[in-house]
């Protein structure tokens, strides 16, 4: 993940914070010392969730590109896994055909490969670049309709 991690999108961290700051101040006066001291210091996204490696091929039901930037990974049992890229993965698109490249077959880890791909006319596709996996943060369903709502 080259030491960074990914923040949501303006729109749902702007909404995660205000929902968060709303009634921070009416229990701040009840706290003890030892609480309020670690409210008020940052704190790092995987505080907030469980970044996994790697992903079972064998679990992967569907792989949905929400744009240039943000993919989810369905799997079975209703898990989902969201990918954020730094930077644009060119040819993703939302909606999109999306392919993964994995160095053993068996699972999809960090820094394995996703490929969208170019449409060049009626049945002429071409993958586009490989764009190297960050990592995957597991996600809820009401977490996904969030995000999708904030790229429209």
Known sequence: MNGQRQAWPDAAALALVLVLGA????????LPAEVEALL???SEPSDYFEEKRCL????IRDVDALDDRHVVFRMNRKALYLVQFPHRCPGLRRNGPVAYE???GMSVCTHDAIRGTFQYGAGDAR???PCAIPGFQEITVEQLSLLRESLR
């Open 23 to 30: 009634g921070a101040s009416a229990f701040a006066e009840k």
């Open 40 to 42: 008020s210091e940052p």
């Open 56 to 59: 079972s091929t064998h679990r």
């Open 102 to 104: 994995t160095l053993n």
């Open 127 to 129: 993958l586009g670049p």
